[in-house]
């Protein structure tokens, strides 16, 4: 009993823990929506530079995460 117990304990855990990386999943693709907002609502090309970069570097987050979730 004990041991079904925890395997069903255990289960719940690993279904948090994929529940809160599906949250963050979708908030870094929030995250890259505005960024691309303030991309084409911009004339500077420095700031529209620095807002792909976080786009990169907020992919290879979400990317991350998904190879996570794979596993």
């Known amino acids: 009993m004990a041991k079904e117990y925890e395997k069903n ?3 719940v855990e690993l279904m948090k823990t994929q529940e ?3 949250q963050k999943i979708k908030e870094l693709e929030n995250d890259i929506s505005e960024f691309k907002d ?3 609502n911009s004339t ?7 807002y792909n ?3 990169f ?9 998904k190879w996570v979730l794979e596993e």
């Not at 500077?44 to 620095?50: A, L, M, R, Y």
């Not at 570097?57 to 995460?65: A, G, N, P, T």
Request: aromatic share 10%.
């Open 9 to 11: 304990w255990e289960g």
């Open 20 to 22: 809160k990386i599906y």
């Open 38 to 40: 303030i991309i084409n």
């Open 44 to 50: 500077e090309w420095d700031v529209k530079s620095d």
């Open 53 to 55: 970069s976080l786009i």
């Open 57 to 65: 570097e907020v992919e290879k987050k979400i990317s991350l995460l």
